[in-house]
């Protein structure tokens, strides 16, 4: 397939074959993360392939999904100023290097891109993937796992592998680029739940994992998502405050 179809094919995959992913195909999705965009040219993102059973475990109870102790491959993918900042320190001894929010957000950034550039090659070679939003649920313990550095922080983690042909996931209903996709400026709506009543309905056919069928529709996700707190993920900038970068909290 074009990349537009297998983008367009695009769903979460959490159940794999043991295969394991050839050599070949790592060195190839490395290769474009190498060469996805960076910010100013600063490279300031890095990525830590995880292939130890017992490493993989401890990420699995951080994210709380028993499946990604399972994954073949776990990618984690960082913000890294670390190796700028020793390089500096070795061209310069002028101490003006400040790991300000800024330089962090550009190593988000680049972090983010390169994850989704792995992922588009990913499944154009016929693996499956799923993303890890859930590595920040502790992320003190993620940067204990995986002993980084100051100046570096978890952004979000990778899961693939060859799908398990018998598990395969339904694709996911999306809402409709009419209502998040704007021409000039920010268009606004008289009610936001006539506008997404069509796509609330369709996702309440929608199942998980090709098993359980969602109980909720999405006005009713939205309602228990903003409901609640992570008491954790909310002290999110103190955690990155204690990796050395520069942020008011």
């Not at 310069?92 to 972090?111: H, L, V």
């Not at 339904?170 to 709506?189: A, Q």
Request: hydrophobic residues 35%; contains cysteine.
């Amino acid at each position: 397939m074009g990349i537009y179809d297998v983008l367009m094919e695009h769903r979460s995959y959490r159940n794999w074959k043991d295969t394991p992913v050839e050599e070949e195909k790592i060195e190839k999705l490395l290769d474009v993360y190498r060469h996805a965009p960076s910010s100013v040219g600063m490279f300031t993102s890095s990525v830590i392939r995880v292939k130890n059973p017992e490493i993989k475990r401890q990420i699995s109870e951080v994210c709380n999904q028993e499946y990604v102790a399972n994954a073949p491959e776990i990618f984690v993918f960082l913000v890294d100023l670390h190796r700028n900042k020793r390089l500096y320190d070795e061209l310069t001894d002028d101490n003006k290097f400040t790991p300000t929010m800024n330089y962090f957000m550009q190593g988000f950034t680049d972090a983010v891109i390169g994850t989704q550039t792995i992922e588009c090659l990913a499944e154009e070679m016929g693996l499956g993937c799923v993303y890890l939003g859930s590595i920040l649920n502790d992320y003190d313990r993620i940067i204990e796992i995986l002993d980084l550095p100051k100046l570096t922080f978890p952004v979000i983690g990778l899961a693939f592998g060859y799908p398990n042909p018998e598990l395969i996931p339904m694709k996911k209903p999306k809402i409709e680029n009419h209502s998040r996709v704007f021409t000039d400026k920010y268009k606004l709506f008289d009610s936001y739940k006539d506008e997404l009543k069509d796509f609330s309905d369709k996702l309440t056919s929608y199942k998980y994992l090709g098993t359980d069928t969602y109980s909720n529709d999405f006005f009713t996700n939205v309602v228990n998502f903003y409901s609640m707190t992570n008491e954790k993920r909310e002290k999110f900038f103190e955690a990155v405050k204690k990796q050395g970068f520069s942020v008011d909290v």
